[in-house]
């Protein structure tokens, strides 16, 4: 990573599994002038680290740091609330019992 990724990195670092707007990121992230020089600054470098695999975005366009969620789809069930994605759960009727 050069220095503006790690910038980012950094920053986006303290909103652990939030996302995070364009606009705070460039105010926010980096150096101080660069927002005064280019407000979306930040815009290129997000879309490298993201083609990267290192963040990811929503469909408003804000960012954050791609999660290593290690949690496997059994657990997830088990945990009341969790995000299954656009996971498709069919349940079967019971298995015939043998006599």
């Known amino acids: 990573m050069n220095a503006e990724e790690l910038a980012i990195y ?11 707007s364009i606009k705070e990121i ?6 101080w002038n660069h927002f005064a020089q280019d407000r979306s600054w930040a815009l290129p470098i997000l879309r490298r680290m993201e083609l990267d695999g290192v ?14 969620d290690t949690t496997t789809f059994r657990q997830a069930l088990l945990q009341p ?3 299954l994605g656009e ?3 069919i349940v079967l009727g019971e298995r015939p019992r043998r006599i």
């Open 87 to 89: 996971t498709t759960i």
């Open 55 to 68: 963040v990811e975005s929503n469909s408003l366009g804000d960012y954050r740091i791609k999660g290593n």
């Open 10 to 20: 950094e920053f986006l670092r303290s909103f652990p599994g939030s996302y995070v």
């Open 26 to 31: 460039c105010q926010r992230a980096g150096k």
């Open 81 to 83: 609330g969790q995000d």
